[in-house]
């Protein structure tokens, strides 16, 4: 015992032997044994796939941006494409929509016959309660200028307007509880975002209808993939007057105790690989807070181009990263890879 204690003591690290008495390895010989001591789980009730759907849009159109993925017209293949994928086991989608016309105010984003609204009632009415429908609340979809808020000319130059953007976001989140969301997702990083949707919800008696907020979301050039496919890039300007700098890693802490204050039940770090530092933070900070991160198209779309010119193993490195953003604290995935990793995680092929 003295020996061992002199060892320990020796080692500079307390409670641990040294070589060769602790051989690490010995937990690595066997893929079930290191699976029994792995530190982080991916399973596919933790992910969140994204859908996007087009009023007026005639069939399911392919995305050259995002391969493997599509924008649904409001009929039978969205209700068909979103049972397939309870049936995998991922139970959870962000909805995403576009209007076939849009104007300065985005109005179609809160009509309550939108294309987001008409999705959540197709869904609800073909497919029950059973999936678990979030949908963004933004206006940078709806919009001629393509700002997630409003523009307005200003000694300083054109500002987008906070107060009157949240106002915005309220009516449509109480549009989108009249739909039939579970949960509404504000992504347009105004001040205040959450508290106004919040008690807009409440006001209008959806006080069960839940925010996962988009608290720290990075200006990041790792969206681009996405603005094609929503064809929200904004027309002038760009979005760092409002979206996080990507060089700051506490303000996300800030950010993220607001939200939580203002009435958020799910907060989320956007984009997710680049940022595994921010998520660790905030889940050291809030353990108790759900944790979100949206591992954006960007990110996806690297690991599809790598893998087609045949410099990295697709699923492998996919894996590795999910796993990683799982690791680094974040409760829920929010990813593009959902429906391809819950395949492979249920035929068991982790190459771990
Ligand atoms: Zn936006």
Excluded at 48 to 61: C, D, Q
């Amino acid at each position: 015992m003295v020996e061992a204690a002199q060892r320990f003591n020796s080692s500079g690290l307390w409670g641990l032997g040294s070589f060769p008495v602790v051989r690490p390895r010995r937990l690595r010989l066997h893929r079930y044994v290191r699976g029994l001591v792995a530190e982080a789980s991916l399973d596919p009730s933790r992910f969140i796939l994204p859908v996007f759907v087009e009023e007026g849009l005639k069939a399911p159109r392919p995305l050259a941006s995002l391969p493997g993925h599509m924008k649904y017209p409001l009929d039978g293949s969205l209700v068909e494409y979103v049972s397939k994928a309870l049936e995998e086991g991922v139970r959870a989608f962000l909805l995403f929509a576009s209007p076939s016309l849009r104007d300065f105010r985005g109005s179609k984003a809160w009509d309550p016959h939108g294309p987001a609204q008409e999705a959540v009632r197709l869904l609800r009415r073909e497919l029950g309660w059973e999936p678990v429908v979030f949908a963004d609340v933004c206006l940078c979809g709806y919009t001629e200028h393509g700002h997630c808020g409003y523009p307005r000319e200003t000694p300083r130059g054109v500002m987008i307007e906070n107060d009157a953007s949240i106002d915005a976001y309220a009516r449509t989140a109480v549009s989108l509880a009249e739909a039939g969301v579970d949960f509404v997702a504000p992504s347009g990083m105004m001040d205040g975002q959450v508290a106004a949707i919040r008690r807009a919800l409440d006001e209008a008696g959806y006080s069960e209808v839940g925010i996962m907020s988009y608290s720290a979301k990075y200006a990041s050039s790792f969206y681009g993939p996405f603005r094609d496919v929503m064809d929200s890039s904004p027309r002038f300007g760009d979005r760092r007057s409002y979206q996080m700098d990507p060089r700051n890693r506490m303000e996300a802490l800030k950010e993220v105790a607001l939200d939580l204050q203002e009435g958020a039940d799910i907060v989320m770090v956007k984009p997710a690989l680049s940022y595994l530092d921010v998520i660790s933070e905030i889940k050291k900070a809030f353990p108790w807070a759900p944790l979100a991160a949206y591992n954006v198209s960007g990110e996806y779309l690297m690991v599809k181009a790598a893998a087609e010119r045949g410099y990295v193993d697709h699923d492998s490195l996919m894996l590795e990263i999910l796993y990683s953003i799982r690791r680094a604290g974040a409760d829920i995935v929010i990813t593009y890879h959902a429906l391809e990793a819950a395949r492979l995680l249920r035929e068991g092929r982790v190459p771990f």
